[in-house]
């Protein structure tokens, strides 16, 4: 472990938090989040998604916390409202071994509450998009993306509570503009210029002196905690003992699944340091 520690040295300085963010993807939910923190990038990305080509977003929270005195918190990833009254939600999820739909459950029923919380009638509900995104093809359905709809069973006709949930990987290429999103969520290349305003605020992010701040905020908000900084030391250490890779390593470890991408993008990151690669 002693021969570790000058790389977490090193993560304190500014360009190593800098180069860790850099090689973060979209799939990495800390990422995500301050990417699509921006109305233009979070509007392209939700008009995509929803297949509503005049959506206009009007607010955005990202990370947005929705506390409760007895049970847990939840912590929506992307939580956005737009010109018609219209909410949406996208929540990245890793994890394989989660009941899926019951998470979906989860977050719809918990911005339900909010919303009746914040003075709002049943009866008004507004529309909600819960649009959940994930690296692999979760439901092994084989398709990039899908929405479930609701019907009486014996009728046939649709039910509308008003809120609709979209499904959508990274896995499948259906040659769409869904799997051209997906695939580039997946490479967050900053040089790719092919996908608009959200091309444009990665290369900003990645590139451009001004979106360093922006990345050292994403890497600070990552290792503030010595619990954190705990996991990443435990990981590179396992890979050193066992000769393993970073995603065996942390699978072996059962790292939360959402924050993979992002302790990859250290690893990765530590693993280049010139000042470690003597330890390692």
């Known amino acids: ?56 977003i009007i607010e955005i929270r990202k990370q947005y ?5 007895v049970s847990r918190d939840v912590i929506l990833d992307i939580y956005a409202r737009d010109s018609e009254g219209r909410f949406y939600n996208i929540e990245i999820q890793r994890s394989d ?9 989860l977050y719809r029923s918990e911005i339900d509450s909010e919303l009746l919380r914040k003075g709002t009638d049943v009866d008004e509900l507004p529309e909600l998009y819960v649009i959940y995104v994930s ?32 499904y959508a990987n990274a896995e499948v290429d259906e040659g769409d503009q ?33 979106g360093e701040e922006i990345l050292c905020k994403i890497s600070e908000g990552f290792i503030k905690e010595g619990k954190r900084e705990g996991k990443l030391e435990v990981i590179l250490s396992v890979m050193k003992k066992q000769n393993w890779d970073a995603d065996r390593t942390m699978e072996f470890l059962d790292i939360e699944r959402e924050d993979r991408p992002t302790y990859a993008a250290f690893v990765k990151t530590a693993l280049g340091n010139a000042a470690f690669a003597g330890a390692f």
């Not at 071994?97 to 459950?105: C, G, L, Q, T």
């Not at 210029?193 to 451009?208: C, I």
Request: charged residues 25%.
């Open 1 to 56: 472990m002693a021969g570790i520690k000058p790389a977490f040295f090193e993560f304190s300085t500014r360009e190593a938090q800098i180069a860790a963010a850099r090689e973060m993807n979209l799939f990495s939910n800390v990422f995500m989040s301050v990417a699509l923190d921006d109305i233009p990038t979070c509007e392209y990305v939700l008009r995509i998604l929803t297949k509503i080509p005049d959506l206009k």
């Open 178 to 210: 869904i799997s051209g999103l997906m695939s580039y969520f997946k490479s967050a290349d900053p040089d790719d210029m092919n996908h608009g305003v959200l091309s444009q605020r990665l290369h900003f992010m990645k590139r451009e002196a001004g």
């Open 135 to 166: 690296e692999t093809d979760i439901f092994g359905s084989g398709l990039a993306w899908d929405i479930v709809e609701q019907k009486f069973k014996r009728a046939g006709t649709d039910y509308d509570d008003g809120c609709h949930i979209i």
């Open 97 to 105: 071994a989660i009941d899926h739909p019951r998470r979906v459950r």
């Open 65 to 69: 916390h929705i506390a409760h005195l």
